[in-house]
């Protein structure tokens, strides 16, 4: 018997599929606030909401900056956006930052206790992947939604490589992306960039915060 059908043979997180879709429809630029006092991480925040990029991660590998992860969700629940928890790689950090007000999750890496945490307590998630086994294994777990990282090192041309055997997934380069490179990733095939570095003018990256086409 011929299987036809090969697009996805597991069962995809249909919600979560949904929410970074809808997501990165209206942005292709998550901004990832990194080791910030919670005032200076909500000025950059604002900054960044106010330039268009409506995908805002503040990471949490460092337990201290869960203050700040929950004063910058608190004012994206102000505005009805809601603030992505970046760096959680550990199980016990989805609860702190479900706690903190993190309205979806992104990891740098790969683990089933994080994926199946987030998904108990409906939290949108996505995970890191940086090899053809660990893009396999994702969507085992039903992750359609994909963090290349560290996009710099990998490069455009393995996002193109791996898109050749995995049609299904829907890459956001990370790690090292800026706005001289965020082009060459996005003709690739990723669907919006991850950036740390600050964005001094907005209207230069007014191409990201728009809509993708």
Not at 50 to 58: I, L, R, T
Not at 163 to 188: C, Q, Y
Request: proline share 5%; charged share 20%.
């Amino acid at each position: 018997m011929i299987v036809t059908d090969t697009a996805w043979p597991y069962s995809p997180n249909e919600h979560e599929d949904r929410y970074f879709a809808d997501l990165f429809a209206r942005t292709r630029l998550l901004v990832v606030l990194r080791g910030l006092d919670p005032e200076e991480a909500v000025r950059r925040a604002i900054a960044a909401w106010d330039g268009g990029a409506v995908a805002v991660e503040v990471t949490i590998a460092d337990p201290t900056h869960l203050a700040t992860l929950q004063a910058v969700a608190r004012e994206g629940t102000a505005r009805g956006i809601a603030v992505g928890a970046g760096s959680v790689y550990r199980h016990a950090q989805v609860s702190a930052a479900a706690t903190a007000g993190a309205g979806f999750v992104v990891a740098p890496s790969l683990d089933d206790g994080v994926s199946r945490a987030c998904r108990e307590r409906g939290l949108p998630h996505m995970p890191g992947v940086a090899t053809a086994s660990e893009i396999a294994h994702a969507e085992r777990l039903g992750h359609r939604w994909l963090k290349v990282f560290p996009a710099r090192e990998l490069g455009s041309s393995w996002i193109r490589a791996m898109s050749g055997p995995f049609p299904w997934a829907r890459w956001i380069a990370t790690g090292g992306v800026t706005l001289d490179s965020a082009a060459e990733f996005l003709a690739a095939g990723c669907a919006a960039v991850g950036m740390g570095e600050p964005v001094g003018d907005w209207s230069a990256a007014r191409s990201l915060t728009g809509a993708a086409t």
